[in-house]
């Protein structure tokens, strides 16, 4: 099993109350998981509890067997990655795209060139012309695809996608989905 959640719960004050409770299930390589719900109800929180992004108030988040602990580091830190319903939020609005890009290259100490970034980002339909912009530039399907090969980068094996094409056109949620539904094919990635 990839990812396995077993009695989540979270509350974001001490006494507040349980925004999410006794939340379990599992999801395997390849695997999809979807989480329907009114707006409020707890779907980002869970996103973002399994994400690392806040840590669970009770219960456990386990990947490939090992229990995580809050903040992931490490394999987990990297294994693990989201996908924002607002592509903006993963960028700094001052950087050029090419300095946050390179990010994840510094931060892995994986080998970088520019030539190679671009030949990366063809897949995601991003040019060489698109990282000397800022983000406010870049229409929000670029923004997303963006945002996408940039998680994509760190080789997770586990994706949160916390309504990604929401705010996108039609033309633009298509090219997200595509992708996706690409990428999980070829690298087995479990989705929630």
Avoid: N
């Avoid at 067997?65 to 809050?70: A, D, I, P, R, S």
């Amino acid at each position: 099993m990839l990812i396995e959640v077993q009695g989540l719960s979270k509350r974001y004050r001490p006494k507040g109350p349980l925004v999410v409770e006794d939340i379990s299930f599992t999801i395997d390589r390849g695997e999809t998981l979807a989480i329907f719900g009114d707006s409020g109800s707890g779907k980002s929180t869970i996103g973002q509890v399994l994400a690392g992004l806040f840590p669970a108030t009770s219960g456990q988040v386990i990947l490939d067997g090992k229990t995580l602990t809050y903040p992931y580091r490490g394999e987990a830190r990297r294994q693990i990655q989201i996908l924002f319903q607002h592509p903006e939020v993963a960028f700094d609005p001052k950087m050029k795209l090419v300095d946050s890009m390179r990010e994840p290259y510094r931060f892995f100490d994986l080998p970088y060139s520019r030539k190679g970034l671009c030949d990366y980002l063809e897949r995601y339909g991003i040019y060489d012309e698109h990282l000397d912009r800022r983000p406010a530039e870049l229409s929000g399907g670029e923004l997303q695809r963006l945002a996408l090969a940039r998680v994509m980068l760190m080789e997770p094996s586990f994706l949160v996608l916390d309504e990604p094409t929401s705010m996108l056109d039609v033309i633009s949620q298509a090219q997200i989905i595509r992708l996706l539904q690409e990428i999980q094919q070829e690298k087995g990635l479990g989705y929630l």
